[in-house]
Structure formats: structure tokens, C-alpha cells
């Protein structure tokens, strides 16, 4: 069995619905019912407005802060990150607008900051983590988070997007009030934690380095059983000064078990070491795409 490869389009669409449904049940079951901003640009809108009050009456709109915010985003993100991006995102803006407005407004946390922060942090992490699965954002930090991954690909979008989130909590303390700000903070952290398990979780797989004087044998026999590519490196055993042939095998999580079969049934004196591979690129495995 293969790794996940290239998905059909249909399955980033049910990603984004399952995904941008998961968010919205988060903000309107658990955060908005205690008063918690977990950052966004709903959140900066939200300072914007209490800093402009007194000079305008009521301060500046939310929505018209959040228009503002979102354009010039949208139209950078057009040029760099391409249509069919914008197209997800757009999708998945509307069906997080679609999903707020159809799931009612429960309080199940019941007023405890707790159980908002922990249970809104883990269902908004799954969504996000969804989404992002699906080449798609909600816009607004989200998008801002995957401009800036763009040119800092070293570091994953979800921990962008928590420093830009975090920020944002941070600078309206003052607005959101300092019990809901430090709450918001602890959801951010989790929120990002589940959604980096989310996606790392679905590109693991397991490396195998084999050690075996029945090198050729245990070559021949993984290639054709599992149908995977297997690579000699010539090494030298220092203990014994002999040349070896070290086997290095690329697998999925569930081909492991089975590789390990294979070669103690062939040699039993065999030194096999296994460790993760957290992402794998190329054939059998995940496709690379840039859009």
C-alpha cells in the first residue's frame, strides 16, 4: 500500500467543508460564548475599533477594518501563491461564513475559560489542519501565514501563523481583557499543536537502515514483496574491518512490520535500525506541488 499521493480535487473541497465547519463549531460553541479572540484579523479589528473610538463615533467598523485587512492580502497571495489557491481560500471563506451562520450559538464550555481554550484549541486545530491540507486558508493571519512561509520555508505555516496570532493577542490585552488574552494564548499553542500533528501525521513514514550479509537477497526480496526502492551504501565496520553493504529502505508506517518479516527470514543475524522519516517527497509517496 502507498503513501498519500496526489489527491483528486474533489477531496480538497470535503477537507475544507469538514475543516472550516470544525472552526466555526469552535468560535461559536466555545470561544465567542466566553468572550476569547484567538488573534486574526478579527482580532485586530477589534483593537482598531477600541483605539479609534474616541476619535470616531463607535471607532472603525469591524467589517470595514476586515476588508482593508483581506485585499491587499488576497491580491499579493494572486500573484505568488496563484488562482487556484485564491480559488481554495475564497471557497473556504465562504464556507466558514456558511457553517457560522447555520451551527447556533451553544455554550458548552458553560463559561469556564478552560474547557473553551482546550476543546475549542483541539476542534479549531483539526479544522485548520484540514484546511491547510487542502492548499486552502480562511484568509486573514491565515493567508498572511502562508505569504511569509513562502519565502521562510524552514519554518511550517502553523508556527507562523501561531507567532502572528500570538501577536496579535498580545498587543489587545488591553481590548480582550487579561484573563480571555491569556486563555486566547493557551488555545493558539494547542490550536497549532494539533494542527502540525494533523499534517505531519499524514506525510510520516519509516526509514529503514539494514546491515546484513545477505545484502543482494534482502534487496531482491524487498523490491519485489513491497514494491519499493531500495539503495546500497558501501560502509566499513569498524569492529571488524570488513567492507559492508548497508541496505537504506523507505516505507510506509503499516510496510514496516512486513520489512522487518522479510529480513529476519532471510537473515536472522541482520541489524535493522528504524527511525522516522517525517515527510517523504517523490514517487510512491507524496507528489510535490508548488500551488
Known sequence: MKLLNKKPVYVNYILII?????IAMSVQCLYDPCGMVTGG?????????MATSSIIEGGVPLWLTNILLNAPVFIIAYFIKGKRFIGRTTFATIMLSAWLYVIPAVDLAQGDFMLASIFGAVIAGA??????LAKATTGGTDMVAVLIHHKLRHYSVVRLLLLVDGAVVVAGLYAFGLQAGLYAIIAI???SKVSDALMEGMKYAKAAFIITDRHEQVADALMSTLDRGVTGIYAKGMYSGTDKCMLYCVVSKKEIVELKDIVVKIDKNAFVIVSDAIEVLGEGFIEYHKK
Request: no cysteine; proline share 0%; aromatic share 14%.
Open 18 to 22: 469538514l475543516g472550516s465547519g470544525l
Open 41 to 49: 484579523f478579527t482580532g485586530i479589528a477589534i483593537i482598531i475599533k
Open 189 to 191: 499553542y494547542i490550536t
Open 127 to 132: 479544522g485548520m489542519g484540514f484546511i491547510l
